[in-house]
């Protein structure tokens, strides 16, 4: 299914950096909790992530990721979750979508 460029604007894609990971677990799949840093204008946004068959919380923390952050939040079990940060997705391990090398947090993706 093709979509406008005008629908793909829509989409707010930012990189943040993990300050805080957290174990999830009264999430119904292995998850984190994670804090994400996306700078001053966005500030910290919290999200629940499957990714704990390619992850440790050590590697996580201060790891550069990418997340939609326009999405409204979506209660999660406990924790409400502001953001979706966005992987390659192969059965249950998930790799991690990040920049090449580090940016400021809060750049826009396009």
Do not use: H, I, T, V
């Given at each position: 299914m093709e979509i406008s460029w005008t629908d793909f604007e829509k989409v707010e894609m930012r990189v943040g950096t993990v300050v805080e990971v957290q174990d999830f677990p009264?999430?119904?799949?292995?998850?984190?909790?994670?804090?994400i840093?996306?700078?001053?204008e966005l500030g910290i946004k919290k999200s629940s992530a499957q990714i704990t068959e390619r992850y440790t919380k050590e590697e996580l923390l201060g790891k550069q990721v990418i997340a939609v952050v326009n999405f409204p939040k979506k209660q999660i079990g406990p924790f409400m979750s502001e953001c979706l940060v966005l992987g390659a997705v192969e059965g249950k391990r998930v790799t991690l979508?990040?920049?090449?090398?580090?940016v400021a947090n809060g750049l826009r993706i396009l």
């Open positions: 009264e999430a119904r799949n292995s998850a984190y909790k994670l804090q840093d996306f700078g001053k979508l990040k920049p090449s090398k580090e």
